[in-house]
């Protein structure tokens, strides 16, 4: 398996611009998890979907965030419109069912670093 | 609700030693319990979990860790670093039955030749 993808793997925008953040889960996960990693507030929780329906996004910092789940293979974080705290690295993982029915271990994937100017 | 604590924010130790970081959680009924290590510039990966049995728990890398019910901790250990350990390394919790983790602020283990 290729594991977790997530891309882009760097972007840089403006402050204003909508950027959109993509992640593909592991096959056969049923729950994905989307992360954001700063130095000052270290690894927050932003929002959990389980079967492709968001259960808490009370981690969510504020309405320019929107996170959706079309479909059990892919999953966007949007940001509209960014602002420069909003730099960090977002990290995407799955976890549940698969192959191996592990469904207690969450997989990382490489995380996306957004710097916004 | 559950949260983790994890005491040292930085360790340095010299290469061939051992190591501990200390891991301590809060909560009220049974949990999971997971290390991870982040390399610089990359995503989270599993060192070792503990979900039941045994309350010692081998991971990759010659890392181990111990369950202590009655204390609330889950420390990681190595008997022998090596500079490539250099990483940090989080310490998480969650509900049986729940997916949500709770996490650790980190450690940053800094392996010196």
């Known amino acids: 398996d290729a594991g977790v993808i997530q891309s882009p793997r760097h972007e840089v925008t403006e402050m204003g611009q909508e950027v959109t953040l993509r992640c593909k889960p592991i096959?056969?996960?049923?729950?994905l998890f989307w992360y954001r990693q700063t130095m000052m507030r270290g690894l927050e929780l932003l929002i959990y979907?389980?079967?492709?329906?968001?259960?808490?996004d009370s981690g969510m910092p504020e309405d320019r965030f929107s996170a959706k789940m079309p479909n059990a293979s892919f999953s966007t974080l949007k940001i509209q419109p960014s602002e420069p705290r909003d730099s960090a690295v977002y990290f995407c993982?799955?976890?549940?069912?698969?192959?191996?029915?592990?469904?207690?271990?969450?997989?990382f994937g490489p995380g996306t670093r957004l710097t916004v100017l | 609700a559950q949260s983790v604590t994890q005491l040292d924010s930085q360790v340095p130790v010299f290469e061939e030693a051992p190591v501990e970081l200390r891991c301590n959680y809060s909560?009220?009924?049974?949990?999971?319990l997971f290390w991870y290590v982040q390399y610089p510039n990359q995503g989270l990966q599993l060192l070792l979990k503990?979900?039941?049995?045994?309350?010692l728990v081998k991971g990759i890398n010659g890392f181990e860790a111990e369950f202590n019910k009655s204390q609330t901790s889950f420390h990681l250990r190595k008997p022998s670093v090596h500079i490539s350990d250099t990483a940090e390394y989080f310490c998480?919790?969650?509900?049986?039955?729940?997916?949500?983790?709770?996490f650790g602020s980190g450690t940053k283990l800094n392996v010196k030749p």
């Open positions: 979907f389980n079967n492709n329906v968001p259960i808490d």
């Open positions: 993982a799955s976890s549940g069912g698969g192959a191996s029915g592990d469904t207690d271990t969450q997989y």
């Open positions: 998480a919790v969650s509900r049986k039955s729940f997916n949500k983790f709770y």
């Open positions: 096959s056969g996960h049923n729950s």
């Open positions: 503990y979900l039941s049995g045994s309350t």
């Open positions: 909560s009220s009924v049974s949990v999971y």
